[in-house]
């Protein structure tokens, strides 16, 4: 364990006398108690929105390589209510069992596109792999996320994007054999 050092400060921060000091013993061995009332598995993947591929297979080889591409498009997904399709490039590599894609949004709708039209780029989604998309749709509810992009390929085959407001990252909930 390690201790965390907290400031609660007074009306006016001027000396150390004058703020009260409160020592928090935290474990970071340990997982979010929170989301282990959940029940979520490991997160097995980390989602990256950026401009270019061609930059980041060049950047970041050493680190995550050897790649995989594929073309990611997804056609009549549900996204914030309407039917829409989108024309995603997808880079995957890895960090041991961690698979760690890079998306470039080249055209449509989507969660990436509104990422990359609001002048961002870098992590964007973390995902878990799931065995009923649609029960932990419901589930993580509770913690006030919500569906943004859904498309269910088959039975056996859905995924999600899940958002809560005020926060920048999103959830990806993934069920597939």
């Not at 859905?158 to 990252?169: A, H, I, M, T």
Request: some cysteine; overall charge negative.
């Amino acid at each position: 364990m390690r201790d965390t050092v907290v400031l609660l400060p007074t009306t006016c921060m001027r000396t150390a006398e004058e703020s009260q000091v409160t020592r928090v013993m935290t474990d970071p061995s340990q997982p979010d108690p929170s989301l282990v009332a959940l029940g979520l598995p490991p997160i097995d993947q980390i989602g990256f929105v950026v401009k270019s591929l061609a930059e980041v297979e060049e950047r970041y080889s050493a680190l995550f390589g050897p790649w995989t591409r594929i073309d990611g498009s997804v056609t009549g997904a549900t996204f914030r209510g309407r039917i829409c399709d989108v024309k995603l490039e997808i880079l995957f590599g890895h960090s041991f069992d961690l698979e760690i894609e890079f998306i470039e949004w080249q055209g449509g709708e989507s969660p990436h596109s509104e990422f990359i039209e609001a002048g961002h780029e870098g992590m964007h989604h973390l995902r878990y792999r799931v065995d009923n998309t649609d029960a932990w749709i419901e589930k993580i509810a509770a913690i006030d996320y919500h569906p943004i992009w859904y498309k269910q390929f088959s039975e056996d085959i859905v995924f999600s994007y899940l958002e809560r407001k005020g926060d920048p990252l999103l959830i990806e909930f993934l069920q597939m054999p």
